[in-house]
């Protein structure tokens, strides 16, 4: 990983957790009235754009077009896009990134707004007492997998995303909920990174979608977990003169000035 941090611009928007049916639907309608009216330099994204997504052939379905056309409008009219694909849509690819002209991170972002170096990610890999979903995870993220999305027919993948949703909900019913939590010990070496680089002090992440904004550790690390889309604080702006800000992304359409 690249120790350097670039220098963000103020106004910079981070949401997350969207969970966007790629069949489309009212969700779908809202976040391409959200990114019309969106006045930003850049939009992060910080995974789970959508519920599912099994590569080229969900960019077929209609509500992923849809998402993907606002994104491409974004881009075009000179807003950066950058994703980080989260646990429900990790295998997405370069040709998402083509067609929407947006940026995929898959190992975090990372950038320094007035002095402080920002780290984002989706989360799920914070949550380090789930033995169970990190080896799922492994398997998840292999070659193996990856090259199945591109081979298999669009209604196995459908109905694997079905299995897979229900077997993920199974599981957390059946889990005590310490387990399935974000850990701060993995939070903190999240932030310390790889040896030699410097450590962020701002961490953003989303996946738990419950709002949270703590303090961890000496020198102190600020953590924040955003809401989930449509959420009280699904919406965070950085680069302001008071630091990171929570809002609201229904308030940021209806004023954008906000
Ligand atoms: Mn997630």
Request: charged content about 20%; hydrophobic content about 40%.
């Amino acid at each position: 990983m690249s120790n350097a941090w670039p220098a963000g611009e103020d106004g910079t928007l981070v949401i997350g957790d969207l969970h966007l049916d790629p069949k489309g639907g009212a969700d779908v309608r809202e976040f391409s009235a959200f990114c019309t009216g969106l006045e930003a330099p850049r939009l992060v994204i910080l995974g789970d754009l959508f519920d599912a997504w099994f590569g080229r052939s969900t960019q077929g379905l209609p509500g992923a077009k849809e998402v993907t056309s606002a994104l491409a409008q974004l881009t075009q009219r000179g807003v950066a896009v950058d994703v980080i694909p989260g646990n429900r849509d990790f295998l997405l690819d370069d040709e998402f990134s083509r067609i929407s002209g947006a940026h995929l991170f898959p190992s975090g972002w990372r950038q320094e707004f007035h002095g402080q170096r920002t780290l984002i990610l989706h989360g799920d890999t914070l949550c380090t007492l789930d033995h169970s979903y990190q080896r799922l995870r492994r398997f998840l993220h292999s070659g193996f997998v990856r090259g199945l999305s591109r081979c298999l027919p669009r209604w196995v993948l459908l109905r694997l995303a079905g299995r897979l949703r229900a077997a993920s909900r199974r599981a957390v019913a059946r889990k005590s909920v310490p387990s399935k939590t974000m850990q701060d010990q993995a939070a903190l070496e999240a932030a310390a990174g790889d040896s030699g680089g410097e450590p962020a002090q701002v961490l953003v992440v989303g996946h738990a979608h419950e709002f949270s904004d703590r303090n961890l550790g000496a020198p102190p690390l600020r953590w924040l977990v955003l809401d989930g889309w449509g959420g009280e604080r699904d919406t965070l702006r950085l680069g302001t003169a008071s630091g990171p800000t929570s809002l609201s992304h229904r308030d940021l359409m209806t004023s954008p000035n906000l």
